[in-house]
């Protein structure tokens, strides 16, 4: 299953290795870049870069097989698996990663695809929701939007979503902390800039979950703002919070055009 | 006096005047405090929303300490986004200025403002107010109504600066 990624990625990996991030600035990022929109991954380091382009290489495909494991295993009252529902997620959970948060009626706003699994497992299959940062629910989600790998991110922020997605985007926009900064001043502000040893990126959403060498595992892209609102010693929100999946709704829409690379690999 | 909520008119000092309708006392000095609860922080003085002409302690700050204060990243943490003149220290930020030369380019009065709050002379700016503990939204547990540096550290810091000549 991870082969045909391998041979995709090999011709890019072998013009970009060697070079720094700082000499391919404003140049050709191929798939990882879309006109000013660049992903992450084009922020990493090289080495970074490598573990990514080799699936063999990367730990958080270990998350994604066990999430495979997980898709066709029965639990819960209803003694069902995702697999008795959806079938091959090949074909079923296609494009799921790229327009996900999508708006849910039922709970009358949108819902990311960790509170998507959530509540397909305690309406269908009965079972207990997972936690968040679980390596049961980080493996489903890593294997569900890896089946939208490469698929541009496209959410819609239309109709009923709109209040939400503009909630999102005046988080974005807020200050917070008690250094007082909002995520533009990283993000938009300065990205392509060394914020002591790091290169700040633009800070999409595209990649998550992802493996990040300084967490040594794999983790949520909540965990991933919770860690960037404590660095600016500001109380996190929750995960699963609407708050965060109203902002995770703005970084989607703010990164639409880029492919959905999850499960990727960051310094 | 100064509460918190009016700490947003003083950011370019002028709008003060009216409100406190001394105009004519203060000229072109506006009076601030970088706390609501004013007896903890130290009121000081914006002048033209560029200057803080005096001494947040009165007394004339230690290079030596500042210098330790600027590079600690626990307090100052300025080679986050500034490159300076301290060889020993790896991975110097590039996100404001180079500090090299800084107190050319500047007073000791216009050091202090962009310690204490750079949003007087930049409002959009990214780099944090050193000398501000209310008005902030969210703040992390136990950090609450504290300021990042002293005021003993802000003026150890800014006598630092001063000695950063071309």
């Known amino acids: ?267 | 006096m100064f509460s918190g909520e009016r700490e947003e008119t003083l950011r370019t000092g002028r709008y003060l005047i009216p409100i406190l309708g001394i105009a004519g006392l203060l000229a072109a000095f506006a009076l601030a405090s970088g706390d609501a609860r004013a007896e903890e922080l130290a009121k000081f003085m914006v002048k033209d929303g560029n200057s803080i002409p005096q001494s947040l302690t009165g007394r004339p700050g230690t290079p030596e300490n500042g210098r330790k204060v600027a590079i600690d990243r626990k307090k100052g943490n300025c080679l986050a986004c500034h490159a300076m003149p301290v060889p020993e220290q790896p991975f110097h930020g590039a996100v404001g200025p180079d500090l090299a030369g800084v107190g050319s380019r500047y007073d000791a009065g216009e050091l202090r403002l962009r310690i204490v709050n750079p949003k007087y002379a930049n409002p959009d700016t990214i780099m944090p107010a050193f000398y501000k503990a209310n008005g902030l939204h969210r703040v992390l547990k136990g950090f609450e109504g504290k300021s990042l540096l002293s005021a003993e550290e802000v003026e150890d810091v800014v006598a630092y600066l001063v000695t950063l000549k071309e």
């Open chain 1, 1 to 267: 299953m991870h082969v045909k990624i391998l041979i995709g990625t090999a011709a890019a990996t072998a013009v970009l290795a060697g070079f720094s991030s700082a000499a391919l600035t404003g140049g050709e990022w191929g798939k990882y870049q879309v006109g000013d929109l660049r992903s992450g991954y084009t922020y990493a380091a090289p080495e970074t870069r490598a573990i990514q382009d080799d699936d063999f290489e990367n730990p958080a495909m270990l998350a994604l097989d066990y999430g495979a494991e997980l898709w066709s295993m029965k639990d819960g009252d209803a003694n069902k698996s995702c697999a008795d529902c959806h079938n091959d997620a090949e074909d079923s959970m296609k494009g799921v990663g790229a327009r996900y948060p999508a708006f849910y009626e039922p709970w009358d706003k949108p819902i990311n695809v960790e509170l998507r699994i959530n509540e397909c497992r305690e309406n269908n299959m009965k079972a207990k929701p997972w936690k968040y940062e679980s390596r049961e629910m980080l493996g489903m989600t890593s294997y569900v939007k890896y089946q939208s790998r490469d698929m541009p991110v496209n959410v819609d922020i239309g109709g009923p979503s709109t209040p939400f997605f503009q909630k999102g985007k005046a988080f974005y926009y807020e200050r917070r902390g008690q250094l007082d900064l909002a995520c533009k001043h990283c993000h938009e502000d300065n990205s392509g800039n060394m914020i002591r040893a790091n290169l700040l990126s633009q800070g999409q959403s595209n990649g998550f979950p992802t493996y990040r060498l300084k967490w040594q595992g794999v983790g949520s892209l909540h965990r991933r703002f919770r860690g960037c609102n404590s660095q600016v010693r500001s109380t996190p929100f929750g995960y699963g919070s609407d708050e965060y999946v109203n902002l995770e709704l703005y970084l989607a829409w703010r990164g639409r055009g880029l492919p959905v690379e999850s499960p990727s690999v960051r310094n």
